[in-house]
């Protein structure tokens, strides 16, 4: 049963940047294509970027493109989301999910099995 953690998340000012880390334990990430999402205040989880299991592909929420990219270490059983011109709607728990079920990735946060507790980003303007 692999599990997640998160951690790099922080309050900054607009304008500002974070990296999000998210490391794999107690199983291997390298074959599971791996996602990021978010929920912010009030709102509903939203997708914001997925990796392939070998990172040959990304895709990104139109919101975030541009701005934030996702990458991963499968030696390190590790994936990282660098997030550059932060603004205050990026405001949100950011979670790290695992997708055994498709190698390839999704936007479906259904099709993730495994979560990570999420970090806090705080963006203010």
């Known amino acids: 049963q692999v599990q997640l953690l998160e951690s790099g998340g922080g309050l900054l000012q607009a304008g500002g940047s974070l990296r999000l880390s998210c490391a794999a334990s107690?199983?291997?990430?390298?074959?599971?294509?791996m996602g990021w999402f978010r929920q912010g205040p009030e709102k509903e989880r939203e997708f914001v970027s997925y990796i392939n299991w070998d990172g040959g592909y990304t895709y990104y929420a139109d919101s975030v493109k541009g701005r934030f990219t996702i990458s991963r270490d499968n030696a390190k059983n590790t994936v990282a989301l660098q997030m550059n011109s932060l603004k205050p709607e990026d405001t949100a728990v950011y979670y790290c999910?695992?997708?055994?079920?498709?190698?390839?990735?999704?936007?479906?946060?259904?099709?993730?099995?495994?979560w990570g507790q999420g970090t806090q980003v705080t963006v203010s303007s």
């Open positions: 999910a695992a997708n055994s079920l498709n190698p390839h990735g999704s936007d479906l946060a259904d099709m993730y099995d495994y």
């Open positions: 107690a199983g291997t990430i390298r074959t599971y294509a």
